[in-house]
C-alpha cells in the first residue's frame, strides 16, 4: 500500500470556476429528510482537493488531512476521503457543511450521480433523494451543476476508482467502532472498508 501515489490534481483554477458556477447548498431541503445520504456515504475529495480547501481554509494540507480526513488505497491509486465515521465532521450540530462555499464537490453536486459507461461518464439524479422531485432544483443540478462538474475534467481512472465503492452502503457504526485505536488521518484498503459493506 506504501506506493500507491495520487491521481494528477486538477489545478486549483478549475475548482474556483466550479464553486463559481455552482453552490449545490440545498441544506433548507435535506433538513426535511434529516440528511439520510450523509448516513450511506463515502465522501471522496477529488484529485487535488485536499490541496484546494486547506488553502482556501488557511490550513495546512497536514493539519486538513488530520483533524478532517482520511485516506483511500485501491491498487497503485490512493485518494482522500472525508473521515469514515457515523457523521461527517465537517457538519455543524444542526447538520449544516461548516466549508460553506467550497465544501466537497462530491458533496456539493449531490443528488448528480454517475454511471461509467465507457468511453463516456452518464450522469442523473438519485431518485432516492427528495430533491429529485423538485423541478427547480432539477432543473439547476442538470443545467448548472453537470456542466461544472465536468469542467473539472476528471479523468477516466479516477471515476472507475470512485465507481468501485461510491454507490456502497457501509455500517459506519462499526468502521467508526474499528478505528477507535487509530486516530487522525488513517490509510484504508479497499477490502479494509468492503469488511463493513451492508
Request: proline share 6%; aromatic share 12%.
Amino acid at each position: 500500500m506504501s506506493r500507491a501515489k495520487e491521481f494528477s490534481p486538477i489545478p486549483f483554477q478549475r475548482f474556483r470556476e466550479f464553486h463559481r458556477a455552482f453552490q449545490g447548498d440545498f441544506y433548507e431541503r435535506c433538513a426535511k429528510c434529516g440528511g439520510i445520504c450523509e448516513h450511506k456515504r463515502i465522501g471522496t475529495l477529488l484529485p487535488g482537493e485536499s490541496r484546494f480547501l486547506a488553502r482556501t481554509l488557511g490550513l495546512a494540507v497536514g493539519e486538513l488531512r488530520e483533524r478532517y480526513l482520511d485516506q483511500l488505497v485501491i491498487g497503485n491509486r490512493r485518494a482522500d476521503l472525508v473521515r469514515l465515521t457515523l457523521r461527517c465532521p465537517l457538519l455543524d450540530p444542526i447538520g449544516r457543511c461548516t466549508l460553506g462555499r467550497v465544501k466537497p464537490v462530491l458533496c456539493d453536486i449531490y443528488p448528480i450521480i454517475f454511471e461509467l459507461r465507457r468511453p463516456a461518464i452518464h450522469y442523473s439524479l438519485d431518485p432516492t433523494c427528495p430533491i429529485s422531485r423538485n423541478r427547480r432544483l432539477v432543473r439547476e443540478l442538470l443545467e448548472v451543476g453537470v456542466p461544472a462538474f465536468k469542467a473539472l475534467r476528471l479523468s477516466f481512472e479516477f471515476m472507475r476508482f470512485l465507481d468501485r465503492y461510491d454507490a456502497l452502503d457501509f455500517d459506519y457504526v462499526a468502521l467508526e467502532q474499528s478505528r477507535a485505536d487509530r486516530p487522525g488521518y488513517t490509510r484504508f484498503s479497499l477490502a479494509e472498508i468492503m469488511q463493513f459493506h451492508k
